[in-house]
């Protein structure tokens, strides 16, 4: 029998399958051996063990369209990245980081910024002059308080699979109960933020999958703080492939190799000092760069 994972916690993993039941499934032992791990969105052939009990084995991992290590997910359409305006201020650092390997890895990825009723004009105006050049979508929405909207992000949410992720206290969770078609029956727990710190309380501890009313599946993830890339990842040489807007400048660099560090006459540069492209855009690039040259290989 086929379906797909939907959420997987402590080891088991809960697949729907073709017949809209749930099983709760182990994976077969020989994965471990084949150096695999099933994903929240994989599509899996499960054998029933009880069908009483609705328990299983995830006996195999169909064919992947992709997957992902940060969040690790598999099979989805695009990806949604959101942060709020204020209460927490942006981490533009981690946010770039995202896009880096979301890009490197094909997934076409949409910026949220919510909590837009709390921002003044000015914020919303920088941050739409730093990412109008990112090659990604940007919304300001409002999803909490009395009268929450999420505007023409609806659309771009219908009819697809969308892993969303974020920090925590970021309005994820509210998101979700958003998009809610009985609109007053919650989905996801929301959580409080931390007076203390100023991040939200973690409340979503695991990777799932949330069908919500007929047009929108939403897999949710964890928050974080915190967001490194590796050699692994991307490599030095080719991180500035992933921030599009240096493009148009690059060609007339007169170094061809020119990593947009410390040569000299950079065009690149140039641009930044000019305000032709975000300080903050350009300031996560040096940073990513100088943490992989600072990695070593072993």
Known sequence: MNGRIIKALSGFYYVKAANKKLYECKAKGSFRNEHLTPLVGDQVRIEV?????????????????????????????QAMVVFSVRNPYPNYSILDRFLVLMKKQGIETIIVFN???????DDLKNIKAAYKKSGCKVYFISAGGERPSLGSLKLQLR???????????????????????????????????????????????????????????????????????????????????????FAPYETKCPFKDCSHIKERDCAVRSAVDEGK??????????????????????
């Open 49 to 77: 063990i009880d069908e009483n009990e609705s328990t299983g084995t995830v006996a195999e991992i169909l064919p992947r369209k992709n997957s992902l290590i940060r969040p690790a997910v598999a099979n989805v359409d």
């Open 115 to 121: 909590k837009k009723d709390l921002a003044k004009s």
């Open 159 to 245: 009819n697809k699979i969308t892993v969303m992720a974020g920090p925590s206290g970021v309005g994820k969770s509210t998101i979700l109960n958003c998009l809610s078609r009985a609109g007053n029956e919650e989905v996801a727990q929301v959580g409080a933020i931390s007076s203390k710190v100023g991040r939200g309380k973690h409340t979503t501890r695991h990777n799932e999958i949330y069908t919500v009313g007929r047009s929108y599946q939403i897999v949710d993830t964890p928050g974080f703080t915190s967001l490194l890339v590796t050699e692994e990842d991307v490599s030095r040489d080719e991180l500035k492939q992933y921030f599009p807007e």
């Open 277 to 298: 492209i975000a300080q903050s855009r350009y300031n996560s690039y040096k940073a990513i760069y100088e943490e992989l040259k600072s990695q070593k290989k072993f």
